[in-house]
């Protein structure tokens, strides 16, 4: 059987974090200049503790819009329910979850700690590597 490159040697390392205490203004900020659909946010150790979408900062928007109500921290807003994806998994796989999900983009954990992250245009690009 064919061995397949791991997510590990595909996953981005340099990424943006968030923190949960960060205010919700200074997230929405950070991810419209990086222009990021969304970032990790990792406590104090580099643990995993949610995610930040565009769509998550949108709800902020909405309260400071209908109830004047702007402000709160990420940890407020964030999803804090995550799926991730082990480094040492092999793309296929990595592809099969992708296709199971309507995620674009999965931390990667290793011992509990954020090392990366992998997107479907990862995936992909390390799967066309195998056709050539």
């Given at each position: 059987?064919?061995?397949?490159?791991?997510v590990s040697t595909c996953?981005?390392?340099d990424l943006i974090k968030l923190s949960p205490e960060m205010e919700i203004n200074q997230a929405?900020?950070?991810l419209l200049e990086a222009r990021l659909s969304g970032a990790p946010?990792?406590?104090?150790?580099?643990?995993?503790?949610?995610?930040?979408?565009k769509k998550d900062c949108l709800k902020a928007a909405v309260?400071?819009?209908?109830?004047?109500?702007?402000?709160g921290?990420?940890?407020?807003?964030?999803?804090?329910?995550?799926?991730?994806?082990?480094?040492?998994?092999?793309?296929?796989k990595a592809a099969e979850v992708f296709l199971a999900s309507r995620f674009?983009?999965?931390?990667?954990?290793e011992d509990g700690r954020l090392i990366g992250?992998?997107?479907?245009?990862?995936i992909l690009r390390g799967l066309s590597e195998q056709w050539s």
């Open positions: 059987m064919k061995e397949f490159p791991l996953m981005a390392t929405m900020i950070v946010v990792v406590d104090e150790t580099g643990g995993l503790v949610g995610v930040l979408s309260n400071d819009a209908y109830y004047q109500e702007w402000g921290t990420v940890a407020d807003y964030m999803s804090s329910e995550v799926e991730t994806i082990d480094p040492m998994m092999d793309i296929v674009r983009r999965f931390p990667v954990i992250q992998v997107s479907r245009s990862d």
